[in-house]
C-alpha cells in the first residue's frame, strides 16, 4: 500500500502520525440503467506545496447499491499542523 509520504511533501523532519481512514456513502445518484450503481472511491492526494493530485488508492467496487460502506481502510500519515489536501472521487 502506498503512504503519502512515499510523495515526499516535507523536505524537514515534522512531527506525524498514521490515520485510518474509512470511506461510506449515502444516497448516491443512480448512475446505471437497468440496476443500480456500481460505486467505487478513489482517493487522491495533493502534495504540499503544489497543484498535483496523485491517485493514493481506490476501495473495492460494491455491485448494485447507492450506500455503499467499503472494507477498503487509506492508512495516510498525518503531519500537525500542516494543512493535507484529500479528494474522493467517487
Known amino acids: 500500500m502506498?503512504?503519502?509520504?512515499?510523495?515526499?511533501?516535507?523536505?524537514?523532519?515534522?512531527?506525524a502520525t498514521?490515520?485510518?481512514?474509512t470511506v461510506s456513502c449515502?444516497?448516491?445518484?443512480?448512475?446505471?440503467?437497468?440496476s443500480k450503481s456500481d460505486p467505487v472511491v478513489v482517493l487522491y492526494v495533493q502534495a504540499i506545496g503544489t497543484k498535483e493530485w496523485r491517485e493514493f488508492g481506490?476501495?473495492?467496487?460494491?455491485?448494485?447499491?447507492?450506500?455503499p460502506d467499503f472494507v477498503r481502510k487509506f492508512v495516510?500519515?498525518?503531519f500537525f499542523?500542516?494543512?493535507?489536501?484529500?479528494?474522493?472521487?467517487?
Open 76 to 78: 495516510l500519515d498525518f
Open 58 to 67: 481506490r476501495t473495492e467496487v460494491i455491485d448494485n447499491t447507492l450506500n
Open 26 to 34: 449515502r444516497n448516491l445518484l443512480d448512475m446505471d440503467t437497468f
Open 18 to 21: 498514521k490515520i485510518e481512514v
Open 2 to 15: 502506498a503512504s503519502i509520504g512515499d510523495f515526499n511533501p516535507l523536505q524537514t523532519s515534522v512531527p
Open 81 to 90: 499542523e500542516e494543512k493535507q489536501n484529500l479528494r474522493f472521487d467517487v
